[in-house]
């Protein structure tokens, strides 16, 4: 099962269907704003309206989760943000070794980080990078030899900190790592990508790429 966080969608691949694979266009193919935050209010209502019938599925926990928390980053809703938090969280109680759920509360509280600042993202939303590189840790070891999960961990590393050694070796590793399912292979050529860029040393090139290339990065 891919991660929500990653992209499933891109040319010579089918065309969404599902709210999964329209969260991951969301994510990394839609360029305009309104739209995209259409298709994520209308995915938190399909995932709201399946956990009405089914509140225990799982793969519509995460979804409603990641609509949450993608709308909060592209209105800057504090709330929203607050929301997500608590959805991760819970789903991360609920199985510890959710390889999919812990990346996302990785991802939540590093991508806090990246964008407001250590202080503001802890006081504002209780964001803290510790603990966002620890459940990144364990989506890792949980996760098995895929590209998905070091990728997703080295250019959220490298967003932060250009420099930082553990994010030139995880996308080292998702460059080579094994590549079954088409969310691997794009997250892969992502990988191998910023891999080119870290080789020149370019520390304001390897953060800007990184940002570039993790979820809605296209919207700045």
Not at 119 to 124: F, N, P, Y
Request: aromatic share 2%; hydrophobic share 50%.
């Amino acid at each position: 099962m891919p991660l929500a966080l990653c992209l499933a969608t891109a040319p010579g691949l089918a065309q969404a269907e599902s709210g999964r694979d329209m969260l991951i266009q969301t994510a990394f193919v839609v360029r305009d704003r309104s739209v995209a935050l259409t298709q994520l209010a209308g995915i938190e209502a399909a995932a709201s309206s399946t956990l009405a019938k089914t509140p225990g599925d799982s793969e519509a926990l995460l979804s409603r989760a990641m609509a949450t928390s993608y709308h909060a980053k592209l209105t800057r809703s504090r709330s929203e943000a607050l929301s997500a938090k608590a959805q991760f969280e819970a789903l991360v109680a609920k199985n510890p070794r959710d390889a999919e759920a812990l990346a996302a509360l990785g991802a939540w509280h590093l991508s806090a980080v990246k964008a407001l600042g250590a202080l503001v993202a802890r006081g504002g939303l209780g964001a803290r990078k510790a603990v966002g590189l620890d459940a990144i840790d364990r989506a890792l070891a949980a996760g098995g030899d895929r590209a998905l999960f070091p990728g997703i961990a080295g250019l959220l590393r490298l967003a932060i900190d250009p420099g930082d050694a553990r994010g030139v070796a995880l996308i080292g590793q998702a460059a080579r790592a094994g590549a079954v399912t088409p969310v691997d292979r794009l997250i892969q050529r992502r990988a191998a990508q910023l891999e080119l860029v870290v080789k020149g040393g370019d520390a304001k090139l390897i953060q800007a790429l990184a940002n570039r290339l993790l979820p809605l990065g296209q919207f700045g």
